[in-house]
């Protein structure tokens, strides 16, 4: 069966560090993989788009890399800060947009 | 300007009962869509409407009916209430079918069954 795993639950990180998130996937062929942030009781908020023909993606202090001979993506937040305290979520796409459980970042000032 | 919303935000029931959830975009998107977030945080789709058709329907009991009045609004109707129907449910909508668009989702409504 179709399966996405985000690494841990929870990273907890100290201001300045990078933060990497892990997003595994088995038995799926996206054509894309998308980003999001959810803070909450809130909706999530797209971040970053990557394709299956890309290596890697980048917006600000955001990058992505998707690696589909391991059948997985990588997400780095550089310079952490407090705000970026949050839920961040992968969601592969193939004829759906299907999401993985979210790992919780908290960056510790 | 609020671009997805979702009414109410908050909705406690008894089991049995029968609740509606709407949902509206002023994006102009084409595609909207009903997602079902349980306990565990999943993100799971239910529903797809591309221009007030339907185009995605996962397995839902069909307890759950979407309908969608014209592409700006899709709303979601639940009969006969259940304890496992307490979830957050959150509206999205994206600029076109299934493709790269990405998704604007709404704040969500809090479902809670008792």
């Known amino acids: 069966s179709q399966k996405i795993e985000q690494n841990s639950e929870a990273l907890n990180i100290q201001e300045g560090k990078t933060a990497t998130l892990t997003c595994n996937y088995t038995n799926y062929s996206p054509a894309y993989l998308q980003w999001y942030r959810q803070d909450p009781g809130r909706g999530p908020v797209f971040l970053l788009l990557?394709?299956?023909?890309?290596k890697e993606k980048r917006k600000e202090r955001l990058k992505v890399t998707f690696d589909t001979t391991l059948k997985q993506s990588l997400f780095h937040i550089t310079a952490s800060q407090p705000a970026d305290s949050a839920t961040y979520l992968c969601a592969l796409g193939d004829y759906k947009l299907s999401f993985g459980a979210g790992t919780t970042v908290t960056v510790r000032a | 300007d609020t671009a997805v919303s979702q009414t109410p935000k908050y909705l406690v029931t008894q089991m049995g009962n029968d609740k509606s959830i709407k949902c509206e975009q002023n994006l102009g998107h084409d595609t909207m869509y009903w997602y079902k977030q349980d306990s565990k945080k999943f993100l799971k789709i239910m529903f797809s409407y591309n221009n007030k058709e339907l185009i995605i329907n996962e397995t839902v009991p069909n307890r759950f009916s979407p309908k969608s009045p014209d592409k700006a609004h899709l709303n979601l109707h639940i009969n006969s209430l259940e304890l496992g129907d307490s979830a957050v449910y959150f509206c999205?909508?994206?600029?076109?079918?299934?493709?790269?668009?990405?998704?604007?989702f709404g704040e969500g409504s809090r479902l809670t069954v008792l």
């Open positions: 999205a909508s994206s600029p076109r079918d299934i493709d790269t668009g990405e998704l604007f």
């Open positions: 990557i394709r299956e023909n890309e």
